[in-house]
């Protein structure tokens, strides 16, 4: 099995008072709970909270914005090399290698206890940059016997 560049779980319980549902046996005292949670490069990332009980739910829906939240945002350097090769011909060629990962992973969700629905929404953007230098030169200087 490959190793997954990210993957991005959003998780929730004690919801099914607010949709007048009947909860599962065994689950009848779960507090209200919604998150999500993040692997990037197989390492568990810290999990995000949207929410945690009633009162908050009810305090984020009063105050929310519709903005995204962020789990993931950053740069990461994912090779750094530097290589110097002499040449029969007396020629130095150097190389330099770099790649980088330019990452945001934002989540969002909204819930309508009017309609008793919730919708969420997962946002992946990331580049991959590689650079590439290369140089050849010829060494004048010359050693005395």
Excluded: C
């Amino acid at each position: 099995m490959g190793t997954f560049l990210f993957q991005v779980a959003i998780e929730a319980q004690g919801l099914e008072t607010l949709i007048a549902a009947t909860p599962d046996e065994g689950e009848e005292d779960l507090e209200s709970f919604a998150g999500m949670s993040a692997l990037l490069f197989d390492i568990q990332l810290r999990p995000v909270t949207f929410f945690k009980g009633y009162s908050d739910l009810m305090s984020k829906m009063f105050s929310m914005t519709g903005d995204p939240i962020n789990v993931v945002k950053g740069l990461i350097l994912l090779s750094d090399h530097s290589e110097v090769i002499q040449l029969q011909s007396g020629l130095k060629a150097s190389a330099e290698f770099q790649g980088g990962l330019a990452i945001d992973i934002s989540g969002g969700m909204e819930i309508s206890l009017w309609y008793r629905e919730s919708k969420t929404s997962v946002n992946n953007r990331y580049i991959e940059i590689n650079n590439f230098y290369h140089k050849t030169a010829y060494n004048t200087a010359q050693k005395a016997f």
